[in-house]
């Protein structure tokens, strides 16, 4: 699948199941995961205001987003972050180990 199938495919299957929770759109960049593997790594954007679901919520939209993509022919894996927008986005410190 090219890019923009993904990202269309991508953003009607989380707005069916994210947009309660004010799913808005997605980011998609692709890149190599840990093993040096092509992946998808992608962020789903909430409107400001917006609570985000519980992780049960969130693992089953990932798992309903890989089953969709792979049903498609995309065999990228699919990282997926989450940001509400006016919120800060979270960053790992280097811990210097």
């Known amino acids: 699948m ?3 199938d993904v990202k269309s495919l991508t953003e ?14 997605v980011d998609l960049v692709p890149g190599k995961d840990h093993d040096d593997e092509d ?17 049960d919520v969130l693992v089953g939209a990932l798992t309903a987003l890989r089953t ?7 065999s990228r894996f699919p990282y997926l972050t989450h940001h509400v ?13």
């Open 2 to 4: 090219n890019l923009d």
């Open 12 to 25: 009607k299957t989380l707005a069916d199941l994210l947009g309660q929770y004010g799913f808005d759109h």
């Open 39 to 55: 992946a998808l790594f992608l962020t789903a954007n909430y409107r400001g205001g917006s609570t985000l679901p519980g992780g």
């Open 68 to 74: 969709t993509l792979q049903k498609s022919g995309e």
């Open 85 to 97: 927008e006016g919120e800060e986005e979270y960053e790992e410190e280097e811990t210097g180990e």
